[in-house]
């Protein structure tokens, strides 16, 4: 039986895995399905419909899961999924989607920290972090092992590629390419990510081809950066690099086009 405290308030259509705890004044509303290993500290409220997968963690005053705050919601089922381990902490907010034929997607081991939020149709890859304050408006798509530094804002329908970083109180009004540092208000490409390659395995010849990528596509301002990819591309030592094939099909995929 799940461990559910006895001021906690569940809905009837709500499904609890066995082994959830539900600590002191926490709200579990419809249709919300809880996976194995689940833990609400006290105070959390959980809407639906929303599922989350196994050993998710809540803390106090997160709020995951209600209505979207886009105004165009007309009031029908709408939907939130949630993966594996992920950790929402104080105060955090995710917003369920706008329309029932769209989602929000959180994938697994993220972590949220305090006062962060993650609004309709966002989807947020695996190993994410999100610093406190960080604002992800709806519609925003965040790559694997992306960090989104505190007090940051993104713009509606920006994406920021996988294991890049965006610098804390930065402002993200376009896409922020793959493997790379944005910071500023307005944001700006800094350079390569490094130090968070090398954290996570990168090989010395991966990280020297994206870097060999950002010279060439990113530090001349005056150059137009889509006819400088076959260049990169007809590189004999970095141009056939899995990485850089990444990087491009960033860009060249990019509707709201990038930051440089």
């Keep these: 039986m799940a461990q559910i405290h006895p001021t906690a308030i569940i809905d009837p259509t709500a499904e609890l895995a066995d082994d959830v705890k539900v600590g002191p004044y926490c709200i579990i509303g419809p249709h919300v399905k ?86 309709h149709e966002c989807v947020i890859g695996n190993h994410c972090i999100l610093s406190g304050f960080a604002a992800v408006a709806g519609h ?13 804002a993104m713009h509606q329908f920006v994406r920021v590629g996988e294991h890049a970083m965006v610098g804390g109180a930065a402002r993200i009004t376009q896409d922020v390419a793959p493997y790379m540092i944005a910071e500023g208000n307005p944001a700006m490409l800094r350079t390569v990510n490094t130090v968070g390659l ?32 076959p260049e990169v591309l007809a590189d004999a030592t970095y141009g056939s690099n899995p990485r850089i094939a990444t990087l491009i099909n960033f860009l060249q995929t990019s509707e709201r086009s990038f930051l440089r």
């Design 34 to 119: 809880l996976g194995e290993g689940c833990v609400l500290h006290n105070h959390v409220v959980l809407g639906g419909p929303s599922t989350f997968g196994k050993g998710n963690e809540f803390f106090p005053f997160s709020v995951i899961g209600l209505k979207t705050q886009d105004l165009k919601y007309k009031g029908e089922p709408t939907w939130l999924e949630v993966g594996d381990y992920n950790v929402f902490r104080e105060n955090c907010n995710i917003n369920r989607s706008t329309t029932p034929e769209t989602k929000t997607i959180i994938g697994s081991h993220n972590l949220f920290l305090i006062n962060s939020h993650a609004g």
């Design 140 to 152: 925003c798509t965040v790559g694997d092992w992306a960090i989104i530094g505190g007090c940051s």
């Design 198 to 229: 090398q954290r996570r395995g990168f090989s010395e010849e991966d990280i020297k081809a994206l870097k060999f990528a950002y010279r060439k596509l990113f530090l001349n301002k005056k150059d137009v950066v889509t006819d400088k990819i």
